[in-house]
Nanobody, 120 residues
Framework: QVQLVESGGGLLQPGGSLRLSCVAS????????MGWYRQAPGKQRELVAT???????NYADSVKGRFTISKDNAMSTVYLQMNSLKPEDTAVYYC??????????????WGQGTQVTVSS
C-alpha cells in the first residue's frame, strides 16, 4: 500500500508564511506527479499546485506568485511554501499523488489533510 502524510498546517495571521510537507511511502515503483489541493467548509475541493517528475509546476491563479511547490530528488517528499497568506486561504490542504504501485498499476492517492487557518 501507499501512504501520504501531510504536516505543517497551523493558525497564523494574514500576511504570514507557512510551509507544508507531504511524504510518500509504501510499495511505490515511481511517482508521476504530486500536488496540493484544498477544501474549505461548504466549498468544492480545488487545485492549488502540482509538480510532475520532470519538475514542471502548475498553479491556481489564486495562489500564483504567493505559493511555491517543490520536491526532493526522489520525489518522495513535496513541499508547499505559502507566503502572503490571506483569510481566503483558510482550508484543509490535501496532498495528492499519481503513483505506479509495484506489481499493481497506476493509482491516485490522497493524504488525510492538514488544516491551515488564516485570521487576525
Amino acid at each position: 500500500q501507499v501512504q501520504l502524510v501531510e504536516s505543517g498546517g497551523g493558525l497564523l495571521q494574514p500576511g504570514g508564511s507557512l510551509r507544508l510537507s507531504c511524504v510518500a511511502s509504501g510499495s511505490i515503483f515511481s511517482i508521476y506527479a504530486m500536488g496540493w489541493y484544498r477544501q474549505a467548509p461548504g466549498k468544492q475541493r480545488e487545485l492549488v499546485a502540482t509538480i510532475n517528475n520532470g519538475g514542471i509546476a502548475n498553479y491556481a491563479d489564486s495562489v500564483k506568485g504567493r505559493f511555491t511547490i517543490s520536491k526532493d530528488n526522489a520525489m518522495s517528499t513535496v513541499y508547499l511554501q505559502m507566503n502572503s497568506l490571506k483569510p481566503e486561504d483558510t482550508a484543509v490542504y490535501y496532498c495528492n499523488a499519481e503513483v505506479l504501485v509495484e506489481a499493481m498499476g497506476e493509482y491516485d492517492y490522497w493524504g488525510q489533510g492538514t488544516q491551515v487557518t488564516v485570521s487576525s
